[in-house]
């Protein structure tokens, strides 16, 4: 297999932090063969910054795996990265945003087997003119400019207790209304029913999709949406011959018992389904990009500006988001999603 694509992520926070440490560990913790897309000097100066001895190697992607064993690979960006810990500069989204188009370019190319990336700063983005919403939407665009096809991204958090997927995602509350639609949660259920199937290997994966009102309506009492929005979508799933039920009374969804019953729950809003996981598994959920042509992860946790540079940043987001871009990418693509 390939290796892995790894980006820099937001250079002033704890994504080359993380990077470094997983590399020192690689032989302890059997990480899958990565290589991270960089600035070469930046990542000497924050290793020597975290007293890491680490060395490093500028290579090629088809170099990188052999080079993984004895050098930290990193695939040069032409963009230099001169921020300090915890201090974003005017090099910051430049640098973040190269390492990411070369990640999805090479993946795209086949020099790397999916991509992993470290964390962003969103308001550091959007101050440097950044159009996009976020990560997901971005990588959308990358693959519509490569291969002129419009993709659909559907954002999976994902860890041995919980999967949950937002049906909307970066939207203020009070906009969720006028964008949630039949159509929108149906093809949601439609794209995490595939990648269950083709990615993680679930012959008829279980879907539970949560109501968008208290009790999920209570009847209509409590809201018309669920009745006139949520329910006919999970019609159309069941009559495409998709395992779905709902709309279901979020407050009861994932508890114990309850989370024994289906492989992925569809939730209508961002803290619907992100408060549950990050309670139940913050340290090591994985963020997943359904719906692309390639596997995506990410860890499930932010740029922490609090603590980059200190070495205290927990480690196991990461490794598990490399290890199940490790996983995930050796099942085929989905056929729906074939650029052929």
Not at 77 to 102: F, K, L, W, Y
Not at 145 to 156: F, I, N, T, Y
Not at 170 to 181: C, D, G, K, V, W
Not at 278 to 283: G, P
Request: some cysteine; proline content about 9%; charged content about 20%.
């Amino acid at each position: 297999m390939q290796p892995l694509a790894l980006t820099l992520g937001e250079p002033a926070g704890i994504g080359p932090d993380l990077a470094l440490a997983v590399w020192s560990r690689r032989a302890e913790l059997g990480i899958p063969r990565f290589y991270i897309v960089a600035d070469p000097d930046f990542l000497r100066r924050r290793a020597k910054q975290l007293g890491l001895e680490v060395p490093i190697a500028a290579v090629t992607p088809d170099a990188a795996a052999a080079t993984f064993p004895a050098a930290l690979p990193i695939v040069a960006i032409e963009v230099a990265a001169r921020a300090e810990p915890g201090r974003p500069d005017a090099t910051s989204a430049p640098a973040a945003i190269a390492s990411i188009r070369r990640a999805v370019s090479d993946v795209l190319a086949g020099a790397a087997a999916a991509v992993v990336t470290n964390p962003v700063a969103k308001n550091v983005l959007y101050n440097s003119g950044f159009a996009e919403p976020g990560h997901t939407e971005f990588l959308a665009t990358l693959v519509q400019e490569a291969r002129g096809k419009l993709m659909r991204p559907v954002m999976m958090l994902w860890s041995p207790e919980l999967a949950v997927v937002p049906v909307t995602i970066h939207l203020p509350l009070r906009q969720i209304f006028e964008h949630l639609s039949t159509e929108l949660v149906a093809e949601t259920g439609r794209i995490v029913a595939r990648d269950l199937m083709a990615r993680f290997r679930i012959p008829r994966p279980r879907l539970v999709v949560a109501g968008l009102n208290p009790h999920a309506g209570e009847g209509g009492t409590l809201g018309e949406e669920d009745r006139t929005i949520v329910a006919p979508a999970v019609a159309r799933l069941k009559a495409e011959g998709i395992d779905a039920r709902g709309p279901m009374p979020a407050d009861s969804l994932f508890h114990e018992r309850a989370r024994a019953t289906y492989d992925a729950a569809l939730c209508m809003y961002h803290d619907q389904a992100l408060i549950p996981i990050k309670t139940l598994a913050f340290d090591h959920a994985v963020n997943v990009t359904l719906g692309l042509p390639f596997v995506r992860t990410s860890p499930d946790h932010g740029t922490a500006f609090d603590i980059a540079g200190t070495g205290r940043a927990d480690a196991r987001s990461l490794i598990a988001a490399l290890r199940l871009a490790a996983r995930l990418a050796v099942a085929p693509m989905p056929a729906a999603l074939s650029t052929s």
